[in-house]
């Protein structure tokens, strides 16, 4: 403890002599209330740094514990000139910084180090907006929000919200800024993950961000930085950089889906990408069929098509509404660009099944085809690779209708959905 308060004497006495170009009427700034001690309490003094170096006299800066959404300290430095030296500030505020020395030494060392609810502390911000608004908004913590009220919305283990969760009414969704408006119109927002390890590969990162970059701009905020190096986020604060890098289209689909990103384990060659084969398989491989993958893809770039299989009668469905079961997972394949509503619908089976129980179906949920659906599907045994087509007669998706009357039947209860015979792609 003492080794930290000297670390922190030591960092008072440089900012003594610090011209500060940033400005902050006011600054937030977010903090996660579990990881290292180590680390919390590096996250402290940059925090004290930011708010001595940012927060100008007749400026506010406010800390919170964005886990919980507790006020951990207000920092306010008097419209006087007299304290726009740093130290004068930290002095003025010693009761905020012993505040936030507590908090770093209250850490909670968990699996789930960095957690914030970062829906709950945007909605915060937006609720204070009128009475407290802010310029800017800093957060140190892991961008992987879960919900514990809500498992089947949890980020973990590789999973992005689709867009529609955004804009969707909040009993529908822990995701969910309806209501807000552009309360937060100009706000530029800050993130840092260092020291918490949360990205599966390069494709998750990158959803996650335009995720939360979407979600910023529901309010009328920009994610300007997210990145895992804080040094980096800290400068471009005291930059006062407001404007973004990227910027993402937001989808006009108003799906609720858990977007399963594809775990990396190795070389990986999509289902898309694989040569054919020309083997049929015998009796005793499809009923013991193993690593079986399926995949499809369509004509009507517009149109939203979504795959489903069931392992066996009385197994769980996987389809995007339940991307992990005990049988396999779905996910989606990137392989035509980063389009988060279209990428490839994807399912890998962990545990060997038999073809000829295997359900699979193709519904048209939402867009329009005037000449309805035609479409590829591919069928992956034990490394070897089929292709076959499908139709779906409809002209205009259905949201999934009567998905419990395909189950139960196992076949098609309407014009907006296909099944598909896997034995056929791989006998004939």
Not at 12 to 38: H, M, N
Not at 347 to 357: K, T, V
Not at 372 to 398: C, P
Request: aromatic letters at 8%; hydrophobic letters at 40%; charged letters at 20%.
């Amino acid at each position: 403890m003492n080794v930290f308060r000297n670390a922190l004497a030591a960092t008072v006495s440089i900012l003594a002599f610090t011209i500060c170009p940033a400005r902050a009427d006011s600054l937030a700034i977010g903090l996660s209330s579990s990881g290292s001690e180590e680390l919390k309490k590096s996250e402290v003094s940059d925090t004290i740094r930011l708010l001595a170096e940012t927060v100008r006299p007749g400026e506010t800066g406010f800390v919170y514990n964005a886990t919980t959404g507790e006020l951990l300290c207000t920092f306010e430095v008097p419209d006087n000139k007299g304290y726009a030296a740093p130290k004068a500030k930290l002095n003025r505020n010693a009761a905020c910084v012993r505040s936030l020395l507590l908090f770093a030494e209250n850490a909670i060392g968990s699996l789930d180090a960095g957690t914030i609810d970062l829906p709950e502390f945007l909605r915060l911000l937006a609720r204070n907006a009128s009475g407290a608004p802010v310029e800017t908004i800093v957060i140190f913590g892991s961008p992987i929000f879960s919900d514990p009220l809500s498992p089947s919305l949890s980020m973990a283990g590789g999973r992005v919200p689709s867009d529609g969760h955004i804009s969707t009414l909040r009993p529908n969704s822990s995701y969910s800024l309806s209501g807000f408006g552009k309360t937060l119109d100009g706000v530029a927002i800050h993130f840092s993950s260092e020291g918490y390890s949360w990205i599966v590969n390069d494709e998750h990162e990158y959803l996650t961000r335009r995720f939360w970059s979407l979600s910023a701009n529901a309010l009328g905020a920009e994610l300007v930085t997210f990145h895992s190096d804080r040094d980096q986020v800290i400068q471009r604060v005291e930059s006062n950089v407001r404007q973004p890098a990227e910027r993402y289209a937001v989808s006009d689909s108003d799906k609720l889906e858990m977007i399963q990103v594809r775990i990396d384990n190795g070389p990986y060659i999509p289902i898309y990408d694989r040569e054919l084969s020309r083997e049929n398989l015998s009796a005793t491989a499809l009923a013991d069929a193993r690593k079986v993958e399926l995949g499809i893809r369509w004509d009507c770039p517009s149109c939203d098509i979504d795959l489903y299989a069931r392992a066996f009668g009385g197994a769980d469905i996987l389809f995007f509404g339940q991307t992990r079961t005990r049988e396999g997972i779905f996910h989606k394949d990137f392989v035509q660009g980063r389009d988060l509503m279209n990428g490839l619908e994807t399912i890998s089976f962990s545990a060997p099944i038999d073809l000829n129980d295997l359900l699979i179906a193709a519904n048209f949920y939402a867009g329009d085809a005037p000449q309805g659906i035609s479409g590829e599907i591919r069928l992956a045994v034990d490394g070897q690779t089929y292709a076959g087509e499908f139709e779906i007669l409809a002209k205009q998706g259905n949201r999934g209708a009567e998905l419990t009357e395909l189950l139960k039947a196992g076949q098609s209860p309407n014009d907006g959905w296909v099944v598909i015979d896997p034995v056929t792609i791989v006998t004939e």
